[in-house]
């Protein structure tokens, strides 16, 4: 079945730095891809997205390349703020409902 | 647009008891999903619903959990009888059509405590 492994946590980064979080999935077809954030005391939010093969989603400074060719979407931010500091999830949309990888927690401090 | 807004966003209630959380869609949303979030098993999907039909639910734990979906404005969740194992947040989120390309987009939970 469909299944996402992303990059144990938690994160912790200084204001300014580069952000690389790894996502690698599984899955029959085409899937599309997601990355969500979940914010203190909120749900999760749609964060970017990609529906196929070489797309680049972008969204507040993040970007993430659906590569099929290593089955990968890692999500990554030039310059991270205090702001961003959250949990960030990867997920999958193929023939099967929506599945979401484990979370990672970020910190970022100043 | 309000989003999806969820009721309570806290519940402490007693092993046993009845327990019942709300979820009001956005509306035009023809998709709902309910998902349990907990620290060692992250975030799980229980049951959704498309155009108020229970077309999944085989995410649900056992027979103490049902939802029902009486409209497209409405869904609850309930535990009978709860346990303490079932303590964590619970978010319910919506979309048009069935998450595939269209994004989820969730309540703030009800965050759930069984003592």
């Known amino acids: 079945g469909d299944s996402v492994t992303q990059m144990e946590g938690p994160v912790t980064l200084s204001e300014e730095a580069f952000l690389t979080i790894n996502c690698t999935y599984t899955?029959?077809?085409?899937?599309?891809l997601f990355w969500y954030v979940q914010y203190p005391g909120e749900g999760l939010q749609l964060l970017l997205k990609?529906?196929?093969?070489?797309d680049k989603g972008s969204n507040k400074g993040f970007e993430a390349t659906y590569r099929k060719e290593t089955t990968s979407f890692h999500l990554e931010k030039g310059s991270v703020q205090v702001s961003d500091s959250a949990v960030y999830f990867c997920?999958?949309?193929?023939?099967?409902?929506?599945?979401f990888g484990t979370g990672t927690r970020l910190t970022i401090i100043p | 647009d309000a989003g999806v807004i969820q009721s309570p966003r806290h519940e402490v209630t007693e092993m046993g008891q009845e327990v019942t959380l709300r979820c009001k869609p956005i509306?035009?949303?023809?998709?709902l999903f309910w998902y349990r979030q907990t620290m060692m098993r992250g975030l799980e999907l229980l049951i959704y619903?498309?155009?108020?039909?229970?077309?999944?639910d085989s995410g649900m734990p056992e027979d103490r959990f049902s939802a029902k979906m009486p409209n497209a404005s409405f869904s609850t969740l309930k535990i009978q009888p709860s346990e303490p194992r079932d303590s964590a947040v619970y978010f319910c989120?919506?979309?048009?059509?069935?998450?595939?390309?269209?994004?989820?987009?969730f309540g703030n939970g009800t965050r759930l405590t069984v003592t």
């Open positions: 990609a529906t196929k093969a070489d």
């Open positions: 989120a919506s979309s048009v059509g069935q998450g595939r390309d269209s994004p989820l987009h």
């Open positions: 997920a999958l949309s193929g023939n099967e409902k929506l599945t």
């Open positions: 619903f498309n155009n108020n039909v229970p077309i999944d």
């Open positions: 509306s035009g949303h023809n998709s």
């Open positions: 899955a029959t077809g085409y899937p599309s």
